[in-house]
């Protein structure tokens, strides 16, 4: 899919937003706050978790994806691309030509609730000042979200997943592109679905420079 200076101006995104990111940085670096997480116990999910974490990638990603909650194989693990989700979500990232070298990988919350219930608002409202701070810190020029509680919160919606699907929306100040996408969790249930999410990174793959 390509996006036409008409499109994008629809969208109100500037190529110029598309091209040069902000050099202006945070000065908490991401070491810190990996430690800040590890370490955090702001809510009550570091009664249950194994361990707490941060993301997966790095500093110079140029895009992100924002999923729910680590699963129990990352929380075993510490690393968001393990279990099936994980080789779900590295084919789906082979299928545009990308690998989890190319994303940074992380949740609303960053530790796992046991018997994988959804998190709690509070307890994403705890946890969130680390991933606007993760936002903050990679100046990604994209972000695609993992499931309906990912784009409610990132969006700010009470819309439907089905409703915001497909669409292009802006996080911050900075207007970073979001594209709403299914959780891979989900996928390994709705295989049907597959192709629509497909379409959902052919929309990051035109965005990303
Ligand atoms: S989910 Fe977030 S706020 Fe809660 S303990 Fe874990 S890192 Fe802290």
Redesign the pocket.
């Known amino acids: 899919m390509t996006f036409t200076r008409t499109t994008l101006d629809h969208l109100g995104i500037s190529e110029w937003q598309l091209r040069h990111r902000p050099s202006e940085k945070p000065s908490l670096s991401l070491e810190k706050l990996n430690q800040q ?1 590890i370490h ?7 009664h249950t ?1 194994k361990q ?1 974490i941060a993301g997966t990638g790095h500093l110079k990603a140029k895009w992100m994806l924002i999923g729910e909650q680590p699963d129990a194989h990352d929380d075993a693990s510490k690393n968001y691309f393990s279990g099936p989700v994980g080789v779900l979500l590295t084919k789906m990232l082979a299928a545009i030509g990308q690998t989890p070298n190319d994303v940074y990988l992380t949740t609303l ?3 796992h609730p046991i018997d994988n219930r959804h ?1 709690f608002s509070n ?1 994403i409202a ?2 969130w000042p ?1 991933l606007q701070q993760q936002i903050d810190l990679i100046q990604p020029q994209v972000i695609m979200t993992l499931g309906p509680l990912a784009a409610k919160h990132v969006l700010r919606s009470t819309a439907s997943l089905a409703e915001l699907r497909g669409q292009i929306f802006t996080f911050g100040t900075k207007r970073i592109p979001v594209i709403p996408s299914y959780a891979p969790a989900y996928l390994l249930h709705n295989p049907s679905d597959k192709r629509a999410a497909f379409q959902d990174l052919l929309q990051v793959k035109a965005l990303l420079t």
């Open positions: 997480v955090c116990q702001r809510c009550q999910l570091s978790r707490a919350v960053k530790c998190p307890e705890e946890c680390y």
